[in-house]
């Protein structure tokens, strides 16, 4: 049963990346006049096809890894002139190759586009359904051995805002960020906000050769030498009607500052104030909309575990609307592709090791987790998966789309096409490249379960 679930799982996981990927070519080839012979899920054989009513066979094929968009060009007809006698004078006209260049690069730059909207798509329903959970970086201890190149240092209960001028919101970003600096030498720069002081400020931390080893890329803070903590801000997310919060008249948003004589910093604190409280009536002090205000609260009470515990009637993390989730959906894609090149870059360069490409096999597994784990962190997968796929795609190698858009490019500068033995050679090339990186990610994959 758990080997069908991981079957099951990758070949959903593929089949919507690679069916939205070609349908982003086939589309546009469409809209642009262009014959499209054959719109095909996977490589090789095909077992199953259908025509359509423009002559387009959609097909499935034996391998599936991978489709592909068959377009007439006038190369092909060149080479098999049998097939312009299944062709109507208006398709005989408009190949691919005889479009101008601009709609060529649409259809070929139409495959990632494709995938970089999916990912909008799935981040903005993650996060149109899910709580804003408020998360901040919070610093638990520092390592004595770490470098300053200013005079302040870590202290305990820091809360980063960001590193190098790049906030840091969620539980992923410190590490992904900081592995963006893999190789580096110079400062490093945190801002952070700290008990006691109003405004934020700077720690700078000297580092050279900044995760050297694959080992030290796998827990980038650890390396660093800082243990941190994610914790969730002390903002009221839903409050649940007739309870001790919403009598009081606190409201969703609502910041709480201070129970009692005692600071809060995150939610814990809410929880562990309101806990020691049962049956009591407590001053919170609280920030709304930017003002402070104080709200008596009678704290409710239930039993637990044979004791009396103090209950508010609160969820932290607070709701999105539709607009907020689309802004968050396009920075994540954004922000994560950005990522995802600069970690290819890493890699060429020797900075990160390429025991994190991952290939079928790799990919089958992290499928067959994510759908047991669940349909969000499944989706949260196929949204990544996409990202990668687009960017991947956009990489100027040969038979990619973005070799492709490279060879348009210079045709542009040219004015004319390269010759067409030196096109050859350099889709010759290319294949071999993607060949030789998908043998190395199985082998990576491989290697893994020895």
Known sequence: MTYLIYILAFAVLLGVLVTIHEFGHFIVA?????HVQRFSIGMGPVFYKKLDKHGTEFALSAIPLGGYVSMITNKLIELEPEISNQLTEEQLKNTFDSKPKW??????FAGPLANFLLSIFI???IFLNTADPKIVPVVNSASQQITYSSNESFKINDQILSINNTSVKEAKDVNLELLTYAGYTGDLSFEVIRDGLQNPTNVLVKVSNFLPTSESQSNPTEYLGVD??????PIIGKVIPGGSADNAGIKSNDRILKIGDTNINFA?????????????NVEFKIERDGKIIYLPVDIGSQSREDKIVGMLGVSFGTSRGLYQSLLKGVYE?????VKTLQFIGKMISGNMGTENLSGPIGIAQMAGDTAQAGFIPFMYLMALLSISLAVLNLLPIPVLDGGQLTLLGIEAIRGKPLPEKAENIIYTGGAAIVVMLMVFAIFNDISRFL
């Open 333 to 337: 894609t954004y922000n994560l592709s």
């Open 228 to 233: 941190i903590s994610y914790l969730m801000q």
């Open 123 to 125: 981040f903005t329903a």
């Open 268 to 280: 814990s604190d809410i929880q562990k104030q309101v806990s020691e409280n049962p049956n009591n």
């Open 103 to 108: 709609q060529r690069a649409s259809i070929m």
């Open 30 to 34: 469409r809209m642009c006049k262009v």
